[in-house]
């Protein structure tokens, strides 16, 4: 198993709740949830019962329509899973939840109950199809559960000391040097083409081989459509799932919703379910236009003006050449290299949003018009800092020019804390203007 970040937070949930709440940890299918939770119950429970209801026989689900007498519930499950259950220092972890509603609406009383602690996993948007008839739990406490970031995929390639060399260059703003910069540069790319799903990183260890990690994300991308198409049998998920790439590629102010849907009959409701069903599958990001650049983002953001991003930056890099068998090794070494001819200032802007993201920070950018000069400016990402806003700008390429932050610092400097240029060259400063190689966004917090 994989060093994951979100252990910690589990086991500050269980200190702190001792027992008061259940926790569900949320997020896409195959980024590890499972693995981590059976983890955390082997190593900090006397004993657990794992309930995958991908798999559990009817009798199990069954045991969850009568919660009338918990003595007998607890008995049949011991009875069951061959285990025995100690009270305050056992877990059951329903696993894949939303295939079972009826376990989940009975955490209210198991958690009243208060003899053990409660672990629920969920994937995709059928967690939420599947509560229509049920009561949801207050005593649910939410977690969410991204992809492997950039430190926990050097764990895995049993790198402990590139991280904390990067926080003390990002504290102190000194320059690394061109050499030192190519090289980090180019491991950060790595995780850039194999991505954070832990299937994909551990074929990457075990084969070297880009052909079979692709392989992988192509097995995890159908997996993700097919939920797609259970979910929406018209296809229409899959249709905007599949044009992320092509649309950040196209750079337009916004996805172009209609476009790609322009064989259905598609109102501005319909657009906004759609998105909503793909935000709520942790498989994507979705970026809101801010009309307003100012502290307290979310109250001007326009829901029907959006880009969306890949969760994992490993699986648009596979989306993006999805229309060949597979992503040749001659593609991953030249990306690797900084040596494709195509513009990957997109891909780039993907995994900014994907590291802003796992940091907590919802997304918004930002466009507007300079009436005098007719022309049209955009800032990549605003994040709220303090009581300020920062502007970010993402470059894969001719990193001096700078004309939309310029702009938008003429505009606004009264609300601007820090302006940043997310690029790949090494650390520097263009007036005030904080320029930073790619692999340092992380410390933006």
């Known amino acids: 198993m994989f060093k994951r970040k979100i252990y910690n937070k589990i086991k500050e949930w269980k200190d702190t709740s001792?027992?008061?709440?259940?926790?569900?940890?949320?997020g896409a299918r195959r980024i590890g949830k499972s693995t981590v939770v059976e983890e955390f119950a082997r190593n900090e429970y006397k004993s657990y019962i794992l309930i995958d209801f991908s798999i559990a026989s009817n009798?199990?689900?069954?045991?969850?329509?009568?919660?009338?007498?918990?003595?007998?519930?607890?008995?049949?499950?011991?009875?069951?899973?061959?285990?025995?259950?100690?009270?305050?220092?056992?877990?059951?972890?329903?696993?894949?939840?939303?295939?079972?509603?009826?376990?989940?609406?009975?955490?209210?009383?198991?958690?009243?109950?208060?003899?053990?602690?409660?672990?629920?996993?969920?994937?995709?948007?059928?967690?939420?199809?599947?509560?229509?008839?049920?009561?949801?739990?207050?005593?649910?406490?939410k977690l969410q559960m991204h992809p492997m970031d950039y430190e926990e995929f050097l764990w895995a390639l049993d790198d402990k000391t590139t991280m904390s060399l990067l926080k003390m260059t990002f504290d102190n703003k000194k320059k690394l040097g061109d050499q030192l910069n190519r090289k980090l540069m180019r491991s950060f790319r790595l995780y850039m083409l194999v991505g954070g799903m832990p299937q994909a990183v551990n074929e990457y260890i075990q084969t070297n081989n880009f052909k079979k990690v692709d392989d992988i994300k192509r097995d995890i991308i159908n997996l993700y459509e097919d939920?797609?198409?259970?979910?929406?049998?018209?296809?229409?998920?899959?249709?905007?799932?599949?044009a992320i790439p092509s649309q950040l590629n196209k750079n337009t102010k916004g996805f172009q919703t209609k476009k790609i849907l322009n064989s259905y009959k598609t109102e501005d409701t319909t657009i906004l379910s759609l998105i909503s069903e793909l935000k709520d599958s942790k498989t994507i990001s979705v970026a809101y236009h801010a009309n307003n650049p100012e502290i307290?983002?979310?109250?001007?953001?326009?829901?029907?003006?959006?880009?969306?991003?890949?969760?994992?930056?490993?699986?648009?890099?596979?989306?993006?050449?999805?229309?060949?068998?597979?992503?040749?090794?001659?593609?991953?070494?030249?990306?690797?290299?900084?040596?494709?001819?195509?513009?990957?200032?997109?891909?780039?802007?993907?995994?900014?949003?994907?590291?802003?993201t796992a940091n907590g920070h919802d997304l918004f950018y930002y466009t507007f018009k300079n009436l005098e000069q007719k022309r049209n400016y955009e800032i990549d990402f605003i994040i709220s800092k303090k009581n300020k806003i920062c502007p970010i700008e993402v470059k894969s390429s001719n990193y001096k020019k700078h004309t939309s932050i310029d702009e938008f610092y003429k505009k606004y400097s009264s609300r601007i804390l820090e302006r940043y240029i997310i690029h790949t060259k090494d650390v520097s400063k263009d007036q005030d203007i904080l320029c930073l190689p790619i692999y340092l966004t992380q410390f933006i917090l």
């Open 59 to 141: 009798e199990v689900k069954e045991m969850f329509e009568d919660m009338s007498d918990l003595n007998y519930f607890f008995l049949q499950l011991q009875l069951h899973y061959h285990v025995e259950l100690e009270n305050r220092n056992s877990v059951i972890i329903f696993d894949e939840v939303q295939l079972c509603p009826k376990a989940r609406q009975a955490i209210k009383f198991l958690v009243k109950d208060g003899r053990y602690d409660y672990i629920e996993t969920g994937s995709l948007i059928s967690i939420k199809k599947n509560v229509k008839d049920i009561l949801i739990p207050s005593e649910e406490r």
């Open 296 to 356: 307290g983002l979310s109250a001007y953001k326009d829901l029907n003006l959006f880009k969306l991003y890949m969760a994992d930056t490993g699986l648009f890099v596979t989306l993006q050449f999805k229309d060949r068998d597979f992503t040749e090794n001659t593609i991953y070494e030249k990306l690797l290299n900084d040596k494709l001819s195509t513009n990957l200032g997109y891909l780039y802007e993907n995994v900014v949003a994907q590291i802003l």
């Open 18 to 26: 001792q027992g008061k709440t259940a926790l569900l940890i949320e």
């Open 227 to 242: 939920d797609f198409r259970k979910i929406d049998s018209t296809g229409r998920l899959a249709l905007l799932f599949e």
